[in-house]
């Protein structure tokens, strides 16, 4: 079993805005989790990064999709997606069976301890932006 870290490790990483970019955020994220003692997360944390960053590339024109990845103290991981979309994300949704599209932050909402949106701090994107995060706890 790795070493668990004493203080927060965050991580980020840039992707173009690319049909790639969800499989790279979730093997890199696995990767953290996995070298930072918290693999028994990965599986969760893997679906809610796929979720969120699909709907990044899907939903937004932004050029790059920015995600931050922070291995907690007390056991968890916080992973927040940024793009330079201004506008908010649709609320998790009670959607019906038969809808192609709008369970992905059904499912943020379902697995996720904690998860909201809110504008990207000016640190990750200098023209506006949303940031949407989950918190996932051993």
Same mark, same amino acid.
């Given at each position: 079993?790795?070493? !668990? ?5 965050? +991580? /980020? ?6 049909? =790639?970019?969800?499989? &790279? ?11 930072? %003692?918290?693999?028994? =997360? ?16 899907? /939903?937004?024109?932004?050029?790059? &999709?920015?995600?931050?990845?922070? $291995?907690?103290?007390?056991? %968890?991981?916080?992973? #927040?997606? +940024? ?6 994300? =649709?609320? #998790?949704?009670? $959607?019906?069976?038969? *809808?192609? /599209?709008?369970? %992905?932050?059904? =499912?943020? !909402?379902?697995?996720? /301890? ?8 000016? *640190?990750?994107?200098?023209? %506006? ?8 706890? !051993?």
């Amino acid at each position: 079993m790795e070493a !668990q870290p004493d203080t927060p490790q965050t +991580y /980020h990483l840039t992707t173009p805005n690319t049909p =790639l970019s969800p499989k &790279i955020c979730r093997d890199t994220l696995t990767l953290l989790l996995a070298a930072n %003692g918290r693999a028994e =997360l990965a599986d969760t944390a893997r679906t809610l990064v796929s979720e969120v960053v699909t709907n990044a590339v899907m /939903h937004t024109k932004s050029p790059t &999709i920015g995600m931050e990845a922070c $291995v907690l103290a007390d056991g %968890g991981v916080r992973v #927040a997606v +940024y793009d330079d979309c201004r506008a908010e994300p =649709l609320a #998790a949704l009670d $959607v019906s069976r038969d *809808r192609e /599209h709008g369970r %992905g932050l059904f =499912l943020v !909402q379902a697995l996720a /301890h904690e998860w909201g949106t809110a504008p990207a701090p000016s *640190r990750f994107r200098t023209g %506006g932006g949303k940031r949407v995060w989950f918190e996932l706890r !051993q």
